[in-house]
């Protein structure tokens, strides 16, 4: 197997042009992982590592952040520019696995392993996020929603990789709330909840709600938010919110829970989530 | 893990029955099948490709007719092996065919379909996601090769 350690983007798509059986390896989380388990054999490794513009996060000027996509989850959950709503992901990024993985995995290796069970994507999804992809034909951007296409599948094609994420502005006075139901601390999700909500005078103003682990991609609903919009959000509303993402869902069955334990717990954990936020947004 | 689902064919249960026990027409519609060999009139045998996020697996497929019910119901076995990811599949199917009118067919089919090895780690419910989706591929192909067929 060959092994290449490029210092810049440019190269590494030419990399993987010229090594058609070639894998980006960012954190190696996964990928090594699977390596180990003998289910990968990559022809060659583009190692990621050796490019400084990926490992950075930064802030525009109007608080839309670019995270590099080589951001360590540690980095990430522990970082002090995500304001309001976009400290979903943050959020997200400090309930993935251990801190060991943590400290190995990369936003931009997670989202483009799409694992459904994975902790990422809803938050993204909720804070609106948008992928940054380099490959042969220039670079382009992907809207977060339709960046995963199938299980285990994203828009990326042959020879591009994630180079950032885009999160943009939250709304004003929004919470970002990450909530998660696993077996075991640092488990996969059995479902979880990602919530950006913003409420004035107990009136709802804002809702994006991505439910996780539910399906090969985030649900997400418009029907669902925009039910709670301008609602004092009572059971009744959020029951109903979390009636229609639960029937929206497409979960297996595996061995954390089976397809209609998840639909069931749908609801529920979305009601704790917005308890949540309630709760957080009064103190 | 059980795999089942049907579909409808704009067409009589005789022309699906004679398609659909036709390896020459049924292989080209399975997603990822290359190089049917015919080995008997009752084993055939197929490489198929299958991919799931990053792991890529080929099956070297045999296919066993284990009885014909002529133009209802046909039984088979297939065992699959999958070299490079030391991982073999077996399933039981059963595939009827249903008279929904003169021109209308409802075909029914369903598995019982194990796996053994190293793709035994990547967890059954997402295997049978994928399955689902291969299955409603298969549906789709063969619809569009059956209909297509000029009625006499």
């Known amino acids: 197997m060959l092994f290449f350690r490029p210092g810049r983007v440019a190269e590494a798509v030419a990399l993987l042009a010229e090594h058609e059986e070639a894998r980006c390896l960012a954190g190696g989380a996964t990928l090594v992982a699977m390596m180990n388990a003998g289910l990968v054999t990559p022809g060659a490794l583009v190692s990621l590592a050796g490019i400084p513009e990926l490992a950075r996060i930064s802030a525009g000027t109007d608080g839309g952040l670019r995270i590099g996509a080589m951001t360590r989850h540690n980095d990430t959950a522990g970082s002090l520019l995500f304001h309001a709503g976009q400290r979903v992901v943050p959020a997200a990024a400090a309930r993935i696995a251990n801190q060991v993985v943590r400290n190995m995995g990369t936003m931009g290796g997670s989202i483009s392993f799409a694992d459904p069970a994975a902790d990422y994507l809803p938050a993204l999804v909720a804070a609106e996020a948008t992928v940054e992809i380099a490959g042969p034909q220039g670079p382009r951007l992907v809207p977060i929603a339709d960046f995963v296409t199938d299980w285990y599948t994203t828009a990326l094609e042959p020879g591009e990789l994630v180079t950032a994420i885009l999160v943009p502005p939250a709304p004003a006075g929004s919470i970002g709330i990450y909530e998660k139901l696993d077996r075991v601390a640092g488990d996969f999700a059995i479902a979880s909840v990602a919530l950006v909500l913003a409420l004035e005078d107990g009136i709802c103003r804002a809702a994006r709600i991505a439910i996780g682990g539910c399906g090969p991609a985030p649900v997400r609903l418009v029907e669902a938010e925009a039910g709670l919009v301008g609602t004092t959000l009572t059971d009744a509303g959020i029951a109903a919110a979390g009636a229609l993402l639960a029937a929206a869902c497409d979960p297996v069955d595996d061995v954390r829970a089976s397809a209609a334990y998840r639909r069931a717990v749908v609801p529920r954990l979305l009601a704790k989530t917005i308890d949540r936020a309630r709760r957080a947004l009064a103190a | ?152």
Do not use: H
Request: proline share 6%; with cysteine; charged share 25%.
């Open chain 2, 1 to 152: 893990m059980k795999i089942e689902d049907s579909f409808v064919v704009a067409a009589p249960r005789e022309r699906v029955w004679a398609s659909i026990t036709d390896p020459a027409i049924v292989a080209p519609c399975v997603p990822g099948c290359q190089g049917v060999e015919v080995v008997s009139p009752t084993v055939y045998r197929a490489q198929v490709r299958v991919q799931l996020g990053p792991i890529k697996a080929q099956f070297a497929v045999e296919v066993t007719l284990v009885s014909e019910t002529p133009p209802e119901e046909v039984r088979s076995r297939t065992r699959g092996d999958e070299r490079s990811l030391a991982s073999t599949l077996s399933a039981d199917n059963v595939l009827r065919l249903r008279a929904l009118g003169a021109a209308e067919t409802e075909v029914y089919y369903a598995s019982e379909v194990a796996v053994v090895g190293k793709l035994g780690k990547f967890g059954l419910g997402v295997m049978q996601k994928k399955a689902a989706s291969l299955g409603r591929d298969f549906a789709a192909a063969f619809k569009e090769r059956v209909e297509a067929v000029a009625v006499p």
